[in-house]
T-cell receptor, first 113, second 110 residues
Framework: AQKITQTQPGMFVQEKEAVTLDCTYD???????LFWYKQPSSGEMIFLIY??????QNATEGRYSLNFQKARKSANLVISASQLGDSAMYFC??????????FGKGTRLHILP | ETGVTQSPTHLIKTRGQQVTLRCSSQ?????VSWYQQALGQGPQFIFQ???????GRGNFPPRFSGLQFPNYSSELNVNALELDDSALYLC?????????FGSGTRLTVV
């Protein structure tokens, strides 16, 4: 069974609009961490934001925020005021005990001028 | 500059050959993981090393092996290369919140 599900293979968004990238996860471990990474065409994985399972508040980092709904097991990424440079692949990932990270299949985001 | 350096950046090998990919991570980062990312897919966990010992492995055959050295560098070795081994190989070292990734090695097997 998939542990990380990203249901949007691709998205097109107008520049300056907000965008939400969906992610649901599956784990029975009460202690886990959720990540979002950006991967431009160059290939490197760029860390965007982290949410711990015990964190009370949703994580925010600049234009990025994570909409963490624990009961629904969802961890959507919200990008406000999108920019052309936001065009890339975006991966949701989860760390369980043992520090290994499991990735979803990704969402390709296209920002339109 | 992420602090995690991988070499080479690109590599072409012939089916059946062996390859060694290298990763240099940040000082003090005792955990290093390797991932395989096929085209259009998310990264898949290969294995992880902590203080020079393997402490986790994904669903990869034994011809994928690794080493971690005291100077925080590590290697991924793949024997008997197959066409399906063509992928981007990512190395990551563990930091406060998670992993810092290198830019990867793009391996093409022909």
């Amino acid at each position: 069974a998939q542990k990380i599900t990203q249901t949007q293979p691709g998205m097109f968004v107008q520049e300056k609009e907000a965008v939400t990238l969906d992610c649901t996860y599956d784990t029975s471990d009460p202690s886990y961490g959720l990540f979002w990474y950006k991967q431009p065409s160059s290939g490197e994985m760029i860390f965007l934001i982290y949410q711990g399972s015990y964190d009370q508040q949703n994580a925010t980092e600049g234009r990025y925020s994570l909409n963490f709904q624990k009961a629904r097991k969802s961890a959507n990424l919200v990008i406000s005021a999108s920019q052309l440079g936001d065009s890339a692949m975006y991966f949701c990932a989860m760390r369980e005990r043992g520090d290994k990270i499991i990735f979803g299949k990704g969402t390709r985001l296209h920002i339109l001028p | 500059e992420t602090g995690v350096t991988q070499s080479p950046t690109h590599l072409i090998k012939t089916r059946g050959q062996q390859v060694t990919l290298r990763c240099s991570s940040q000082s003090g980062h005792n955990t290093v993981s390797w991932y395989q990312q096929a085209l259009g897919q998310g990264p898949q966990f290969i294995f992880q090393y902590y203080r020079e010992e393997e402490n986790g492995r994904g669903n990869f055959p034994p011809r994928f092996s690794g080493l971690q050295f005291p100077n925080y560098s590590s290697e991924l070795n793949v024997n008997a290369l197959e066409l399906d081994d063509s992928a981007l190989y990512l190395c990551a070292s563990f930091s406060s919140y998670g992993y810092t990734f290198g830019s990867g090695t793009r391996l093409t097997v022909v």
